[in-house]
C-alpha cells in the first residue's frame, strides 16, 4: 500500500513543478501549449510503441481485459445518457466529456501503479490498445467532425486515423509485438530517449495550465465535471470489481489488477486532447485532476481489501 502512495507522490511532485515553473513565468506564456504538441506529436507516440511492442498480445484475449472493455463502455454511455439529455452537452464538449469519464491513465499512472499494487503491468496492455486502437481514432474522427478543423469528406474521415501520430505508434507496437521484430540499438536507443520525455513533459504542461485557474469543481460546468469524476472513480472500479469477480470468478493479484486499471483517474492525454481542439479545456483539466485525487483512496482502499 505504501508503494502505491509513493507512485501518486511521485507524480504529484512533477505536476507541482510544472504549476511552479507557471507561477514564476519561468517559460513564457504558451509554454502548456508547446509541452503539450511535444507529448503529442512525439513523445506520446514514441512512449506507446515501446509499451504495445514490450507487452504480450495474448493478455488481450485475459478475462481480466475483457472486463476493463465492458467498464469502458458502460462509463462512457453513461455519461453520453447523462450528459446529453439530461445536462444539454453536445458537440466537442460532449465527446471530451465522455473521454474524461472513460479514458484511463494508462501509461502515465498506470504502469508503475500496477508495478507497486500487483508486481507487474501486464494487465494495462490491453487498455492500451483499446484506448489507442479504438477509441483515440473514433474520438478524433468526431472531434475533426465536430470543430470543423479539416474537411468532412468521406476519405478524411477514413484517413483521420492514419493520420493520428498516436495511433501510428501503437499500431508500428503492435506490429513488432506480434512478430517478435525488435529494432538495432542504433534506432532504439534515440526511441527511448524521447518516449522518456512523455510522462515527466505532460505532467509538467498539465502543472503550468494550473497556473491561474479557478478552484476545480466550482465553475459553471460543475455538473458534467463531477458526473465524469464519479463515473470514472467510483462507478467503473465498482462495475469491474463485480464482474471480475461474480461473472469471471477472478481473484488474487488478477482481480485487484483488473479493478485497479478500471479505478485509474483521467489521463492527462485527454488534456492534451482538449488543448490540440481548443475545446472543454476546463472541465478536462478539472476531470484529471478531480479523478486522479478521489482515486488515491480507492485504489489504496481496494489493494488492502484484496491483497
Not at 508486481?119 to 492500451?128: L, N, T
Not at 474521415?157 to 538495432?184: D, E, H, M, Q, Y
Not at 527511448?192 to 469543481?217: C, D, H, I, K, Q
Not at 485527454?270 to 485504489?299: E, H, K, N, Q
Request: proline letters at 6%; a positive charge.
Amino acid at each position: 500500500m505504501g508503494a502505491v502512495l509513493t507512485g501518486f507522490a511521485t507524480l504529484a511532485v512533477i505536476v507541482v513543478l510544472g504549476y511552479l515553473l507557471g507561477r514564476f513565468e519561468v517559460l513564457g506564456k504558451g509554454a502548456d501549449l508547446v509541452l503539450s504538441r511535444l507529448t503529442f506529436f512525439a513523445a506520446t507516440p514514441a512512449l506507446m510503441f515501446l509499451t504495445v511492442a514490450g507487452a504480450d498480445v495474448t493478455d488481450i484475449f485475459s478475462a481480466g481485459a475483457l472486463v476493463n472493455v465492458v467498464t469502458v463502455v458502460v462509463a462512457a454511455l453513461g455519461y453520453v445518457v447523462v450528459a446529453r439529455f439530461l445536462l444539454g452537452r453536445r458537440g466537442a464538449e460532449l465527446t471530451l466529456g465522455t473521454l474524461s469519464a472513460s479514458y484511463v491513465n494508462a501509461g502515465n499512472l498506470g504502469i508503475p501503479i500496477l508495478v507497486f499494487a500487483v508486481g507487474d503491468a501486464a494487465a494495462i496492455a490491453p487498455i492500451v490498445l483499446l484506448q489507442l486502437l479504438v477509441m483515440v481514432p473514433v474520438s478524433f474522427t468526431v472531434l475533426d467532425l465536430q470543430t470543423g478543423r479539416r474537411g468532412t469528406s468521406l476519405g478524411h474521415v477514413l484517413l483521420t486515423p492514419v493520420r493520428n501520430p498516436l495511433v501510428i505508434g501503437v499500431a508500428l507496437g503492435l506490429l513488432f509485438s506480434v512478430t517478435g521484430w525488435r529494432l538495432p540499438d542504433v534506432v532504439l536507443a534515440p526511441i527511448e530517449l524521447v518516449a522518456a520525455m512523455a510522462v515527466p513533459t505532460m505532467l509538467v504542461a498539465f502543472g503550468l495550465s494550473l497556473r491561474g485557474a479557478p478552484l476545480p469543481g466550482t465553475g459553471a460546468g460543475r455538473g458534467p465535471l463531477w458526473l465524469a469524476v464519479g463515473l470514472k472513480t467510483l462507478l467503473a472500479p465498482a462495475v469491474a470489481y463485480v464482474l471480475a469477480w461474480k461473472v469471471m470468478g477472478l481473484s488474487g493479484p488478477d482481480l485487484l489488477g483488473t479493478v485497479v486499471v478500471a479505478a485509474l483517474p483521467t489521463a492527462q492525454n485527454v488534456f492534451v486532447y482538449a488543448m490540440r481542439y481548443g475545446r472543454a479545456v476546463p472541465l478536462v483539466r478539472d476531470a484529471v485532476l478531480l479523478s486522479t485525487l478521489v482515486c488515491i483512496p480507492v485504489v489504496v482502499a481496494f489493494a488492502g481489501a484484496l491483497t
